[in-house]
């Protein structure tokens, strides 16, 4: 099995080179280079002119006009590029960013109901979760009345892919739980509504509409990246950020692209 | 029920999709985490950078206002010193290289020139004597020290070396670093490299500098390296390129080779394989090379559209396409030395054809200012400034290539095209400082009026040897042309200032003809002061053939003639005591000296250096200067040292209007928003008045005086510009 931090080198050196070369392919990189070089002209005018407040002034007001025209036209570049990275960091996310559940380690799994009438106490009582065998509850369900939900806390004795039903109002949706040590694609939530939340935290398909059931969400625990020095971790996001900002700018100069 | 529901729900969740897909962006960017909002490393770089720019621009503005009352109470009680008798805020001085009173006077009296008659009428215009030699180097150092050229030790723009009998360059001397590691193949420089100033004495603005006065000086002559003061600075007039001459040009062109060019540039071939033309920029010596003369060179390959005459240039990374009879940007090429050490450059292509031959002309490779391998302003970061503010620019001292229109490599319109494209970078620097420079000095050298007078003074005469060729009907008024521009940016200069700011424009010298050449080694050789080797009538370059034993006196440059003294030169023969009545010999014989084929008057003043120098440096100078006369100069080959058998000759080259001669005949302008009182002004007199309008005291080394204003009834008051059309 490759290793995780292996993996987030790999890919920030690539994604860092085909992000470089699409920013570069969709940019107006004559425009860019004037309006940083213009930037930096001003930059160098406060040095130049220290003692001559008129100047100063003029260039600071300068550098805020610039930086604005300067993002203005890496927006464009952006737009083409903030789609496909975001859908690849929210993909990876799901395979980096969380570990899998564990066997014989308890887990939590939530259902939040809706109550659409007001404050039911009794709402959260008829719901219920059919468990597949290698999955038992660890302990009798808790009901957390004030934020519709109930929380059960399961244990895995075997490694694979589940589906835990829950059933309420008469209605069984399920969720996805997946157990093993390995790297794996996890769906961490899965909802109702909530469309960015959907997107962004959920690899299944939604709940249906007419479900009582909003979320129901498997507290996978996050994923810290050892880096091998002096135990340090970190988030895979942080050192993917990092890396790629790095081949970006080593790339971004053998291909003489402006950023 | 529960179908028609799911449907629902799938519409409205498409419909969503679809809106989602709109503000897909917008809600990345404000709604989720930032590690969501992260957009790869191209937009990561440009967010970066935008809130460092503020960020630093933020650092360094709160600095400056932070610290500013305690600097103005610092310069408050300097500046009583500096400004408590100052008579002006503000003092713009515009150097108009080789501008000539009469021509100035004869444009002012048809109506061409507005605002030079506007100074004229509310302010001063006259002659401006300039140095002996009259000779721009020698000028300039003369009006930014104060003092004759004993003093600042600028004589020409090359000086003697006399254990060789060889040129040097009098401005600057440029040596590599002493110590040298070798590792393999590489011979790896150790220490740095060391730019002398040969220029002595104090430009004035370091002394503006001392009493707290800032200034903006931008291509004054003879500023390379540029030293520190108080104030920031472009070097102009002998910054060298980046081979380290004063302008070599290359012609990359598929024409079997030609003549050699006597000086100035280089033939490159360029060869075509598999349908692309490859060709080569050649440029310095390489300085990890274990010997000398290892030339580095860019590679760049063309692809000729013949039918649309234009080609498409590959440089390095930059790709560009240039029709016939045009220049490119400002391309930068990095030479690479190897082991990581690049020399970085900039040039312009020009292309001259493309069918049935092509040829690409390469503008000498000028030291980059956006990252300047060798020091051509101060701070190092002015340069830079510059660069990002408006682009790559010309940095050679002599930017304008008149070799490469001397030697038809360039014709008339594509050296125009060069020369206005360089002044209207130095314009555009000129604005920029006086908007910064709102309080002390701010001067700026244009070279243009020189180098065009120099090239085109054959239009202006009927009878120029140089012009008899071209038809009257072709001729084109260029210099009148000329003239008009600068009097145009002297109406916009005049809209940028106020009654508390004295404009001076200046020139180092006027203009003459340059008709006729005269060989002085020729003449030396013919009266007996130079003797060449036995069965030798003429010479070769830098006095090859010439018998040392038996020669009494030589020339190089443009004006200066030396004695083989004993003692000094290396083979020298004239005992010292001695030397005093030979140069008044010599004098006596050149001194109206007659053009046999026209009977004119060749020679006009023959000058003892003894007599016209003092200084420290006076015995660095030649012992006579030559003063030819008007429509007369040093012939090409006399000034490289070369004896030929004619003594007079026509000149035939572009370069057909000259200065290098009579200093009293070639006076320079002064033009002045304020009238003074001086009825005979000189060049070194400049900075006396400017550090005495200034109230500072003056340095008791000056050999020029300060002039008065006249004194005027009502307040001065700078003249409205006439509105550029």
Redesign the interface.
Known sequence: MLSPLLIVVVLSVVIGLLMIVLFGYTSDQKAIGIAKDQLKAHLLAVRLYRDQLHVVMGSYGKVLRGTGRYLKLAFKPLLYVIIPITLMIVWLDRSLGLTAIQTNTPFLLTAHISDPHGKDPQALDGVTIDLPPEITASAPPVHVAADNEVVWRLVASQDGSYDVKIVAAGQTVTKSVRVTSQLAQLSPERWRDHFWQRFFSSGESALPQNSTVESIVVDYPERNISLGVAGYEMNWIWLFFILSMIAGFIFKELLGIEV | M?KS??S??HQ??GK??RI?TVF??L??IL??SA??A?????????????FW??F???L??F???AT?PV?QLF?FFRRRNAYGKAVFNRAVILGFDGMDPELAERFMKEGRLPNLAKLRDKGTFNKLRTTFPAISPVAWSTFMTGVNPGKHNIYDFLACDRNHYLPFLSSAEIKGPKRQIKIGKYSIPFGKTEIKAMRKGTPFWHWLGKAGI?SSVIRVPVTFPPEKFQG?LLSGMCVPDLKGSQGTFCLCTTRAQGDKFREGGVRAPIEKKNGVYHAYVPGPDNPLAETAGHEMRVNYEIRPNVAGKTAQLTVG?EKFTIKVGEYSEWIPIEFKAGLGFNAHGICRFYLKEVSPEVEVYVTPVNIDPGHPDLPISH?V??S??????Y?AFATLGLAEDTWALNEHVLDDDAFLAQAYGNHHDREQMLFDALD?T?QGLCTCVFDTTDRIQHMFWRYLEEDHPAARDVPKSERREVIQDLYQRMDKLIGRVMEKIDDETLLMVISDHGFKSFARCMNLNAWLHQNGYLTLKDGKTESGDWFEDVDWSRTRAYTMGLNGLYLNLKGREKQGTVDPSEAQALKEEIKQKLNGLVDPASGTVGITGVFLTNNVYRGPYSENAPDILVGYGAGYRASWDSVMGKVTEKIFEDNMKAWSGDHCIDPRLVPGVLFSSHKFAEEKPAIVDIAPTILKLFGLALPSYFDGKPWDLAPQPNATKVPAAVPAT
Do not use: C, D, M
């Open positions: 529960y529901s799911n629902v729900g409205s969740e969503r999709l989602a897909l962006l809600a990345i709604a989720p590690a969501h992260y957009a790869g490393p191209g937009a990561g770089f440009a967010v970066l950078s935008s720019a503020i630093v621009a933020f360094y503005s600095y400056a206002l500013w600097r310069r800032f920031v990374s701070p970061t002015y830079i400034y510059l660069a990002k503010l682009g910064k709102q």
